[in-house]
């Protein structure tokens, strides 16, 4: 068995492991002792001495030891700011992240020896860390223990309980959830959960999601990385029924398709800025009993069109994924227009961006160098596409933000009339790098993505 307990200075990291580790008769280590061991002198002198970096590189070195370890792990307060820690830390592990209030852990660092990270005063230090620090943290851990109202012994017996299977969940919510699942068609994930009281779950929200590849990406993922998760899909009608099975379950993230990417903005504790300005979240991780709400498809549009900033840009659409793709060609400085078949919808989201809007009749190919469609048309088994190959003109980007075909309609008449196209894998690719990374805390690399969903 191994857990690892992370978290800022002062939330108890060491004085819970000791006793977790006792009361599990496990070996405990500590990656500062252990960084100390190495160096030959404490923290505070490593720091005087050679400066963060160092300390860093010798807590990386620490921590890559521990990989196969098993035992209770305690981690300095920075350690999973490295997503190559967080991939040695979760490691066939269950990570708790132990937090408190920034006032609480004031109290307890006063008079530490340890150096300042911030020129802040320190209970500026401890805000500005914890904001800096909190994605991480929340992406890094399976479970979050609130120790600033706790004692390290009652922090101990909730790790304990969780560890054996007790979620706090009613004898009513058990059997709610056991109902949901059974309407979901998810029997199988119930058996799974009652045979691994440490498995979390993850899944892709939507209605339709069955072509959705992200259940073959993330499984595989998982299992490079030795991580007790499951990936499956919460085809539903409604996101309120969604979201409350999401409530019952060991749930640690979702990817959100369509048409709830609103609504569960909506639904969510927290709201990032990216989510809140787009008005769409597509990824929620869940710690703690509350739900995080991010968007990452502007990054998945951003990325494989950085090499035309400044461009003449048109979207099609004006749902969701329009919004993210508005967003992301905004931070590229390009001239965007909103193209739409409802053109009040589109009318209203263009204006929300301060872009010119539309309808689709509107297009010309002449005035346009990239164009990013946004819409299901040609999501397969529909074999439309709003655009023929006359529509357009040789040398314009054409995006498809589709991806099932790998070949739209769309990229064809693409093809044929001379442009150069981007497929909806790349999109795919590029939002699933940065929704790996907010919910599990491990980084991957896009050519990575592409071979686990060939």
């Known amino acids: 068995m191994k857990i690892v307990l992370t978290g800022f200075r002062g939330t108890g990291k060491t004085s819970v492991g000791r006793i977790l580790a006792n009361r599990l008769a496990l070996p405990f280590f500590d990656t500062d002792a252990l960084v100390e061991r190495r160096a030959g002198m404490p923290i505070p002198e490593i720091f005087r001495r050679h400066g963060e970096a160092h300390f860093r590189a010798l807590e990386r070195e620490a921590i890559a030891s521990l990989r196969g370890a098993e035992g209770v792990i305690s981690t300095g307060g920075g350690a999973v700011l490295d997503p190559a820690n967080v991939a040695d830390l979760r490691w066939r592990g269950t990570v708790f992240l132990l937090s408190a209030a920034p006032a609480i852990i004031l109290e307890r660092i006063a008079g530490s020896d340890r150096p300042g990270l911030t020129a802040l005063p320190p209970a500026e230090e401890v805000q500005a860390l914890l904001a800096r620090r909190k994605e991480a943290y929340l992406g890094a851990a399976d479970a979050c223990i609130d120790t600033g109202t706790r004692t390290p012994g009652e922090a101990v017996d909730l790790i304990l309980r969780q560890i054996g299977g007790d979620v706090g969940l009613s004898p009513d919510d058990r059997q709610e959830r056991n109902v ?91 709201v990032d800025d990216h989510a809140a300005a787009i008005g769409a979240v597509n ?45 992301a060609l905004i931070s590229l400085d390009m001239d965007v227009t909103v193209l739409a078949r409802t053109p009040g919808a589109g009318r209203q989201l263009a204006e929300r961006f301060g872009c010119r809007w539309g309808g689709l009749e509107e297009f010309r190919g002449s ?82 993505v592409r071979e686990m969903i060939a």
């Open 180 to 270: 949901l699942l059974g309407r979901f068609g998810l029997a199988a994930v119930r058996d799974m959960i009652e045979q691994d009281p440490d498995l979390r779950i993850c899944a892709i929200a939507g209605n339709p999601c069955a072509h959705s590849r992200s259940p073959l990406l993330y499984n595989r993922l998982f299992e490079r990385f030795g991580m007790r998760y499951h990936y499956t899909r919460f085809e539903w009608p409604d996101a309120e029924t969604i979201i409350r099975l999401a409530t019952l379950l060991p749930l640690k993230g979702l990817s959100v398709t369509i048409p709830f990417k609103a609504d569960v903005l909506r639904r969510v504790d927290e």
């Open 367 to 448: 005035d346009t160098d990239v164009v990013v469609h946004a819409t299901p048309v040609g999501m397969e088994p529909d074999t439309r596409s709003l655009l023929a190959p006359r529509d357009l003109r040789a040398g314009t980007t054409v995006f498809d933000l589709v991806y099932t075909p790998p070949e739209t309609p769309l990229i064809r008449a693409a093809k044929e009339a001379g442009c150069e196209t981007i497929p909806g894998t790349e999109m795919f690719v590029h939002q699933a790098v940065e929704q790996f990374r907010l919910i599990t805390g491990i980084a991957v690399s896009p050519a990575l």
């Open 283 to 327: 990824t929620v991780v869940r710690c703690g009993g509350r739900m995080y709400g991010h968007n990452t498809d502007w990054l998945g549009v951003r990325a494989p069109l950085a090499h035309r900033r400044g461009a003449r840009a048109v979207v099609l659409g004006a749902g969701g994924a329009a919004a993210a793709a508005i967003y």
